[in-house]
């Protein structure tokens, strides 16, 4: 394991900072979370130029994980050691979900970013999720399959615990006459591994879902093989930097961010394209949102973990990035909508 230290207030005494700790993959999905780290960043410089939380500067402890429950337990272990952070971030599904069983026995919050399992998040007492639903990543899909009348859908999956979720959510809602549905899975070490020729034959429309990089993996196979059905692909194809026309004509669930006809979006955009000269996506948006969300919750408050728990269980709403956002009372879980969308011209097109 590694453990990078991001000092953004390095002239504070311990006593004068909040540490939060985040805990993110050392291999698989680094794609996606090398932009919630950034949004993080992002969001974390901004509260600390204009004072902090309660005269405070954020301090973020970074610890990369394998994917593997001793790894991801060990990472905390070692942070609870250090740094003994106020709280944490936990990005993926994965180390969320290992993360929550071990923080309820040190009565610390854990808030899982780009981690769609929320209904295993909310029997957790000390563990929040912000992201979208695995149930509002396959609506905008179903509604798309029913626009385009696909009767044989193929469906390329990863095999863990959402990816099964996701096929599983479309096998229950691809229902109908003539409707058949195909599925091939991949772990998510071996995207190489998944067998092509009898989803492509017989499928009319072929939707791919995993860790955006093995989504890319997948998408380029499809195209080299001249696949002519319907593509579909999960959100995280909105991420990839730099969105080329390579990936005209697939379609997606997308949130409205990608509209940019909020102001606040569009700012924000600005700030992070100019810092880290890339593309501003979810992902960083999921990271930024996040920060800004907690910080304003502890505002004038006692700051402890006790206090960061009953504050994130409160009712309250964000005007974000994502949008307005509203949250009741007892929740773990934010999330944001996402809406029928296809790639155009190396941009995404939202369906009317």
Not at 164 to 180: D, M, N, Q, V
């Amino acid at each position: 394991m590694i453990m990078i230290l991001i000092v953004l207030a390095s002239c504070s005494p311990n006593n004068e900072k909040i540490i939060v700790a985040v805990v993110l993959p050392m291999n698989g999905p680094v794609t996606e979370t090398r932009y919630v780290i950034e949004g993080l960043e992002l969001a974390s410089h901004e509260i600390n130029e204009n004072g902090g939380v309660n005269g405070k500067h954020i301090d973020l402890i970074v610890s990369e994980s394998y994917l593997d429950a001793a790894s991801i337990r060990r990472a905390f272990v070692e942070l609870e050691r250090n740094a003994e952070p106020l709280f944490y971030i936990s990005v993926t599904d994965i180390i969320s979900l290992e993360l929550g069983s071990v923080a309820e026995k040190y009565s610390v919050v854990i808030g899982g970013l780009a981690s769609s399992i929320q209904q295993e998040v909310h029997r957790q007492n000390w563990t929040f999720s912000y992201f979208s639903t695995v149930e509002q990543e396959v609506l905008p899909i179903h509604q798309i399959l029913e626009q385009l009348n696909v009767k044989k859908l193929g469906i390329i999956y990863q095999n863990d615990q959402l990816g099964r979720l996701y096929e599983k959510k479309l096998r229950t809602s691809f229902t109908g006459p003539e409707r058949k549905i195909l599925s091939e899975s991949f772990e998510y070490s071996s995207p190489g591994s998944v067998k092509y020729s009898t989803l492509t034959d017989l499928c009319d429309a072929i939707y791919v879902t995993g860790f955006t990089d093995n989504l890319a993996e997948i998408l380029r196979e499809l195209r080299a093989r001249h696949y002519s059905g319907i593509i579909l692909a999960d959100s995280g194809l909105a991420s990839l930097n730099l969105l080329s026309t390579k990936y005209n004509d697939i379609y997606l669930p997308a949130p409205v961010l990608y509209n940019f006809n909020n102001a606040y979006a569009n700012s924000t955009k600005k700030r992070y394209e100019e810092r880290y000269l890339k593309k501003f996506t979810h992902f960083a948006a999921n990271g930024y949102d996040f920060i800004h969300i907690v910080a304003g919750l502890l505002e004038n408050k006692h700051l402890s973990r006790d206090t960061v728990r009953s504050r994130l269980l409160s009712q309250f709403s964000y005007p974000g990035v994502f949008g307005y956002i509203e949250k009741q009372e007892g929740e773990h879980y934010l999330n944001f909508s996402l809406y029928p969308a296809r790639v155009v011209g190396g941009k995404i097109h939202y369906l009317e």
